[in-house]
């Protein structure tokens, strides 16, 4: 897919069907009504976001509910006991273990949309503590940004594939869309291994049993 927007963009592209001239959303009140939670959730769908920044960034705090959510979730609103770097707020990796893991234990069909956050620029490497993906072998530099983002990806998957084991994650339906490509500053690096306005995606469904 390919796309340039920024993630608040993604978010309103890929929930809704929305383009929008500004991120402005405290005050937008229509527009939602053909969203996809609200869709499901007249569909009998129990319907959640969560997201490890504040709830103001980006007026999310508002839309959220206007796009069709009942559970919202954001670093204020719960005791999450992390914190990581790359883009300040709770890491990924506590999100997983704490609410991904247990979320789709509850009867009844449910709708989860996680935005995630530790594969963010700056690709701070505090935030890599399994790593999981030698750059040499693919002759990339290993301070170099594209280097730690692949190893935040490598470490995210594998945290994410051990988890998608579990019993209860048996039927789930599963789509990763990424927001934009990833911002990389260093030019050199950039042009050669980032393919201009490529966005990656996955999907896939979880064998019943």
């Known amino acids: 897919m390919r796309t340039e927007t920024a993630t608040v963009g993604a978010e309103l592209r890929e929930l809704c069907g929305l383009e929008t001239q500004h991120y402005n959303l405290k005050s937008v009140a229509e527009g939602f009504e053909n969203c996809l939670p609200k869709k499901l959730k007249n569909l009998g769908y129990a319907t959640a976001a969560i997201h490890g920044s504040t709830g103001i960034m980006y007026d999310r705090v508002h839309w959220y509910p206007r ?55 700056i690709y701070d490497k505090r935030d890599i503590h399994d790593d999981l993906f030698d750059c040499t072998q693919y002759q990339l530099p290993e301070d170099g940004e594209i280097c730690r983002l692949t190893k935040l990806h490598a470490q995210f998957f594998h945290q994410l594939a051990d988890i998608l084991k579990q019993k209860s994650m048996h039927g789930v339906e599963v789509l990763i869309v990424g927001d934009h490509p990833p911002r990389i500053l260093n030019m050199m690096e950039k042009e050669a291994h980032i393919e201009s306005g490529l966005v990656s995606w996955v999907h896939f469904r979880i064998k019943d049993n």
């Open 67 to 121: 796009a069709g959510f009942d559970e919202i979730r954001f670093h204020e609103t719960d005791p999450w006991e992390t914190r990581c770097y790359s883009f300040p707020g709770t890491c990924d990796r506590e999100i997983m273990d704490k609410y991904i893991s247990h979320v789709f234990r509850n009867d009844g069909k449910r709708f989860v949309y996680w935005l995630t956050l530790n594969t963010h620029a």
